[in-house]
């Protein structure tokens, strides 16, 4: 059998886009469809306010497992960048739980929860922010893109 030439640079490129490109949608239709499917789980509850609540911490939970899981690359993600969100997560699931459900608080506990989870919020942004930061600098101006604007339209559907 005669063996195939070696891909040219830019070949080697384009296919590496192509995965990458192949990846982030499947990605972003596997986080729309499991959302949906919950979502609709939710609202078939029939206003079973505790089941609603505990299916809506599961699904964001796997969510974020999903995106963390397969978005990173093992080798290059902080550990201690990893536990830090992780404990923050916990942190803003907890204040979420806490936070009674309505839509303002109304005794101090809750009103606490509300503060936990905007600042584990902000701690969890800024975490991945940083994360991107230091993935950005083992990037090579031929490194082909990432598509993270396909995650950015799932949650703007998710979020209508």
Excluded: C
């Amino acid at each position: 059998k005669a063996v195939p030439p070696p891909l040219t640079p830019e070949e080697l490129f384009a296919k590496a886009e192509a995965e990458n490109k192949d990846g982030a949608t499947k990605g972003a239709a596997a986080t729309v469809g499991l959302g949906l499917v919950f979502m609709a789980l939710g609202m078939s509850a029939g206003g079973d306010a505790d089941f609603t609540t505990q299916l809506g911490i599961f699904t964001l939970a796997g969510m974020v497992g999903y995106q963390v899981v397969w978005g990173v690359a093992p080798a290059l993600h902080s550990p201690l960048m990893s536990v830090t969100n992780a404990i923050s997560g916990i942190t803003a699931v907890g204040g979420l739980l806490m936070m009674g459900g309505g839509l303002l608080p109304e005794t101090p506990a809750q009103w606490l929860a509300a503060v936990a989870v905007l600042v584990s919020s902000i701690n969890i942004g800024g975490g991945f922010l940083m994360t991107g930061k230091m993935l950005d600098m083992f990037k090579r101006d031929t490194d082909p893109s990432s598509f993270k604007e396909y995650y950015l339209a799932a949650g703007g559907v998710l979020a209508v």
